[in-house]
């Protein structure tokens, strides 16, 4: 078993940055899956560890200037876990103008690690090499089922997000009156958010949204919902990269919020189950 990759571009640097400190708003671990083509950051949801809550893949050709890896069985993949902040805190320093490269090993330092490597230019020598050590659990392929790439149900309807800054504000206020939060959207473009406590309903209404998709767009009063953990969307919504891109949103009647970032270099999932209301 063995890996071994080089991330060389500043653009790509900051991204792999940027998808790692989304997930450390959102889990406590993160399980890489490495392939021959296809990095994998998947998260298990906390309260339910057969569901998984966030689903990213990154292609290795578009963020890697070299990349070499040996998996087990004949899939040719690794799997391990470890602890995702440690991992933002590694890679702080890709948001710095001076880093040059960002290097990622497996190493066996008296126990699996994943060692960060970075090359910062410095004023007072050529070179400066930060070293980060984060210790990994290997995961056995016994236990790899887990980690497939979850079945998606056909999405009612997918619309893209807001302004979510604006979200973030709105969201952030109605914590404050009840946990669980209505999704809803419809065909003619329009988002509402709800929460209710025993004294107070509030709705937010937001119109011409695009849509991306409609189950029988020909009706215009189509309208589609679910309720979700209030806290749970605030924290993805607070994620502050999420700034500088095109999110979708997408509901499956009842049953789940599913939030997509689709770039051509990475695909980012974040799936939150319906609740009962």
């Given at each position: 078993m063995k890996f071994r990759g080089k991330i060389i571009d500043p653009h790509c640097m900051k991204q792999f940055y940027s998808i790692v400190i989304i997930l450390s708003k959102l889990c406590r671990n993160v399980v890489l899956r490495l392939s021959s083509t296809k990095l994998y950051l998947i998260a298990s949801n906390e309260s339910n560890s057969n569901q998984i809550s966030v689903w990213s893949v990154l292609d290795q050709q578009s963020f890697f200037k070299d990349y070499d890896m040996i998996g087990e069985t004949e899939c040719n993949e690794i799997l391990f876990s470890l602890p995702i902040d440690m991992l933002a805190s590694s890679l702080s320093s890709a948001k710095q103008t001076n880093l040059k490269t960002l290097k990622m090993k497996l190493t066996d330092k008296l126990s699996p690690c994943l060692t960060i490597e970075l090359d910062l230019e410095s004023q007072v020598s050529s070179k400066q090499l930060c070293t980060h050590d984060i210790p990994v659990s290997v995961i056995l392929p016994k236990d790899w089922s887990a980690y497939k790439e979850p079945t998606i149900p056909a999405?009612?309807?997918?619309?893209?997000?807001?302004?979510?800054?604006?979200?973030?504000?709105?969201?952030?206020?109605?914590?404050?009156?009840?946990?669980?939060?209505?999704?809803?959207?419809?065909?003619?473009?329009?988002?509402?958010?709800?929460?209710?406590?025993?004294?107070?309903?509030?709705?937010?209404?937001?119109?011409?949204?695009?849509?991306v998709s409609v189950q029988n767009s020909t009706d215009k009063e189509n309208k589609y919902s679910t309720v979700v953990d209030i806290k749970k969307f605030s924290q993805f919504l607070n994620c502050e990269t999420l700034n500088l891109s095109k999110i979708l949103c997408h509901i499956v009647e009842g049953m789940l919020l599913h939030c997509s970032i689709e770039e051509d270099e990475y695909v980012l999932h974040y799936f939150l189950s319906g609740i009962d209301d």
């Open positions: 999405h009612n309807i997918s619309v893209v997000m807001p302004s979510i800054r604006v979200l973030r504000h709105i969201v952030d206020k109605m914590k404050r009156i009840g946990p669980r939060l209505t999704v809803s959207l419809d065909s003619s473009g329009k988002m509402v958010l709800g929460v209710s406590n025993l004294s107070a309903t509030v709705d937010t209404h937001f119109i011409g949204l695009e849509i």
